[in-house]
């Protein structure tokens, strides 16, 4: 199993570029989420989603777009890119009753 | 405004001694807590949980700790070794989550186990 995969590891994007962070589970998860970590903070919550076709906002949803359409895949898209989106994504995932999330490496994302 | 507070953003022990983290919350929703470790370039690992009906868990070396009505928790590492260092994160769910799915984290605390 190679659990979360993340791709790509890192990237550096201009001011108002658009790119899809991918992220693919192989644990047959139904709940997958999006989190960020700017330095020096905890992780917050972007998107998640309980399952194919269903999606909702967490605590930063603002410049982001998810969708789920097959069970292992949930990308994060950023639509003109800002600054204040720089920092390391993470995704997740878990069953319903799952103790807890198993995480992928991240994606370090710089906008400049 | 941070829910999950843990004051110290760093910590440094002597291999073989006890490790203490301690992690404060302010909402009284929160019933579920859980304990990740990160390491650079990595993402967060699962280490070890406690559901608000239990005042303690344990875990091989690891053990937790639930005061609920001072709003607190703390792992503790014993013995502490050289691979513990990492950044230690505190993270809780509130009430009626059901799971996991809106976790609350932590700001985090950086551990350094010195051989």
């Known amino acids: 199993n190679a659990g979360v995969t993340q791709t790509p590891k890192f990237r550096i994007l201009k001011i108002g570029q658009s790119m899809t962070l991918q992220c693919t589970q192989d644990?047959?998860?139904?709940?997958m989420y999006w989190y960020r970590q700017d330095p020096g903070m905890g992780l917050k919550l972007i998107y998640y989603?309980?399952?194919?076709?269903?999606?909702d906002k967490g605590e930063v949803p603002n410049g982001y777009n998810v969708s789920r359409s097959t069970t292992e895949d949930f990308p994060l898209r950023l639509e003109l890119a800002a600054p204040s989106q720089t920092s390391v994504y993470f995704c997740?995932?878990?069953?319903?009753?799952?103790?807890?999330?198993?995480f992928g490496s991240g994606t370090r994302l710089t906008v400049v | 405004d941070q829910q999950v507070k843990q004051n110290s953003p760093s910590l440094s022990v002597q291999e073989g001694r006890i490790s203490i983290l301690n992690c404060d919350y302010t909402?009284?929703?929160?019933?579920?807590f859980l304990w990740y470790k990160k390491y650079p370039a990595e993402g967060p690992t699962f280490l070890i949980s406690?559901?608000?009906i239990k005042d303690k868990n344990e875990d091989g070396r690891f053990t937790v700790f639930l005061n609920k009505s001072a709003k607190h928790l703390s792992l503790h590492i014993v013995p502490s070794q050289p691979g513990d260092s990492a950044v230690y994160f505190c993270?809780?769910?509130?009430?009626?989550?059901?799971?996991?799915?809106?976790?609350?984290w932590g700001l985090g605390t950086s551990l350094a186990v010195n051989p």
């Open positions: 997740a995932s878990s069953y319903p009753q799952g103790e807890y999330n198993t």
């Open positions: 644990m047959n998860h139904n709940y």
């Open positions: 909402n009284s929703m929160f019933d579920y």
């Open positions: 989603s309980v399952g194919a076709g269903i999606t």
């Open positions: 993270a809780a769910s509130p009430r009626g989550a059901g799971n996991n799915r809106k976790l609350i």
């Open positions: 406690i559901s608000s």
